[in-house]
């Protein structure tokens, strides 16, 4: 049920220059609008802009005031050259003309020294404008969150943008302006529905739960704005998400608040009009918890440990034939060949859940094979096997980060591999860790499919065992062992290669880059094999998506 809120607000003035800013910030007569998720009339949101580059529109923004435009730093990654932008203001259609609008050139882009391209945080950039530009009906700045202020749960905000209307999908000519409504979701929930993705203090979330209504991609830097009386504050700037207006993941928002004296740094003439929200109920998010199993998500309870939750052993009739991870709640990973022996689907079972102290093996779990899935397209390098049930998730049974988009892990880096093997060629009960560096591959093997190690004892039953590299407190797979691979890149030198006779050579492992189609479009399209019906979890995705993806703009909005 929707509530009513009751509001108090405070108007904060800084100075002279802002109490004249104040006066005209945030007023938008034009704007009738009353529900969202279509075009925007004329002049309704005087604040929008439109970023361009050599190749278009590519991100929003809004005006602070004559000179400067608030947008988000992941759209500017790299040092860039401010020459290469355009800003457009009063601007309606993309492919129409505009009779109200005007343009800039860029003369500074700043972006918020502690943004981290990873997780999102501090996700805030200035453009400083080439010269003023004048107020008009359909051109004024918005005003500002001041530090301090709060958004509740349900609090009714209002995003605006030319982006897509859904993943992949563009906005349709002649591509005018959008306009949704949507409500605050608190960051305990939104941190419990991102099964703990680092939701910090400096990003707030809104969307429906029931999804159909959110920012996408070409939205990022846009304004989220709420109405306070007659003037219009805006709240967020479009920052990342999981897909676009999906059932429990609402958009994730920089709060805008949180950046008032860094803002005020840069807008020293005419400074930009900070007001404070406040709402005057109970924050209703304080007794939050989340009610699914946290997903780890590359991350060890206790990192002292050899607990690697997101391990799997793959038996063939009961004996250990590979190793494979936990890459969703219902699939494991691992090399195609491990799967030479047979791909009678009832000859296998996984068994998850190792736990190094516990002899009496009581935390294993078996799990049947539903289905093999090969990546025809990328030469049957990886298989991804469907479970019959998922397994509870806990401490010991998680999910792996995957690298899907190539992260910088070069030569020297120092990384972990867990198999059966001890190191001196004999199989033990426990799982086995071993650190290993990244090398150079050579000439015989192609770099952008591979990724090569030290070498390194291993075993028959190893195959598949994961490439792990760790960045930010986080475990991300980056390869999978290939036995096969090792003795066919070598074999030309060595007759009837083995464990021992390969030993000099680099351990070769089939990089999870370029996987990057065949995981995403299995783990989404698969149907669900407990009702027929074409469906998935969001939680199949969680942790190759919003983890890894979020070392490219394509994480972002």
Sequence with gaps: MFRKLSLVFVVTLLTKGCECQLSVCGRAPLNTRIVG??????????????????????????????????????CFPGN??????????????????????????VSQVITHPQYDEYTHDNDMALLQLSSPVNFTAYIKPVCLAAEGSTFNNGSDMWVTGWGDISSSVSLPSPQNLQDVRVPVVGNRQCDCLYRNAQITDNMMCAGLLEGGKDSCQGDSGGPMVIKQGSVWIQAGVVSWGYGCALPQYPGVYARVSNYQSWISGYTTTNEAGFISFTSSFPEEDENVTCSTPAILCGRKRDSSTNVWPWMASLKFYGENACMGTLVSPNFVMTTASCFSRSMNQYAWTVVLGFDPWDCSNSLEVSVGVANIIYDFSAGNSVALVELASSPELSDYINIVAVDMYNLPFGPGTQCMVVGWNSGDGTSVPFLQEFQTSIVECGPLIDPSLHICTEPFDVQQDDEGSPLLCKMSGTWFQIGSLALDRSNYFFNDMIINPDSNTMAGFPKVFIRTTPLSSFLSNTLYNVPSIFDGAESFSPLSLTC????SLQALLQAFY
């Design 37 to 74: 998720g279509q075009n925007a009339p004329d002049g309704a949101w005087p604040w929008q802009a439109s970023l361009h580059n050599v190749h278009g529109h590519f991100c929003g923004g809004s005006l602070i005031n004559q000179e400067w435009i608030l947008t988000a730093a992941h």
């Design 80 to 105: 860039p050259d401010p020459s290469a932008f355009t800003v457009y203001l009063g601007r309606e259609s993309q492919e129409q003309s505009n009779l109200n609008e005007v343009s800039r050139s």
């Design 544 to 547: 190759i998506l919003l983890l």
